[in-house]
């Protein structure tokens, strides 16, 4: 009887770990396509698109984010809605967050900042 009693909890234990793994990798909800949608709704919107950047900040201490994804999908909006000036600071701001997410110090370089510029120049031309 004891030896049952083994089994069950230990494939207890196993089943919570695997539970807490698969909540853990519960980030597929906040992919790049879900964040940057109202705005392909509605190109227009400037206060969405000034928020997005702190609201990715405030979440990225409870989730991951995929910033080269976000980063290359406002790039795409920003190239099909040109004359919209916030996309461009959305942009702007989200090449410093995918830019600086490849530091250990998170912060972006003077070299940084001339590719996100680049970037940017390209989609508008």
């Given amino acids: 009887m004891t030896i049952i009693w083994f089994w069950i909890i230990l494939v207890l234990i196993v089943l919570a770990f695997l539970q807490s793994y698969l909540a853990a990798k519960k980030i597929d909800s906040y992919r790049a396509e879900n964040i940057l949608d109202p705005l392909y709704k509605n190109p227009s919107d400037s206060e ?31 190239e099909s809605n040109s004359y919209h000036i916030h996309l461009k600071t959305l942009c702007l701001n989200l090449g410093r967050l995918y830019y600086g997410s490849l530091r250990n110090d998170q912060k972006t370089t003077i070299h940084d900042e001339q590719a996100i510029q680049n970037d940017i120049q390209m989609r508008l031309k």
């Fill in 48 to 78: 969405y698109a000034r928020i997005i950047p702190s609201l990715l900040m405030a979440g990225k201490s409870y989730h991951r984010y995929d910033y080269a994804q976000i980063y290359n999908i406002a790039l795409e909006l920003l």
